[in-house]
């Protein structure tokens, strides 16, 4: 994602105005916020939203959302067997 935004900001000659301000994970959805907003720069960020939903937050493989305590994380079966 964060190659995709500079690739953007690059592009449209904005990297000298656009910041990530800020990254984290909030009930298993990426949250990324930056100086500037736009279509183009949602759709980027929306997209990588949606593919962390699916990708392990251990080891990057597929995965799902496992609910332990009301703790949501994103792991793959191979990860989640390690807890």
């Keep these: ?6 690739i953007y900001a690059e592009h449209h000659e904005i990297d000298d105005f656009l910041r990530i301000t800020q990254i984290k994970t909030d ?12 279509d183009e720069l949602n759709q980027i960020i929306n997209a990588h939203n949606e593919q962390a939903t699916h990708t392990c937050e251990q080891c990057g493989n597929p995965g799902e959302i496992r609910v332990e305590r009301r ?3 994103v792991l793959c079966d191979m990860c989640n067997s390690k807890k």
């Design 71 to 73: 703790w949501k994380t």
């Design 27 to 38: 009930y298993c959805l990426l949250r990324c916020n930056t100086t500037l907003q736009n």
């Design 1 to 6: 994602m964060i190659d995709r935004i500079a």
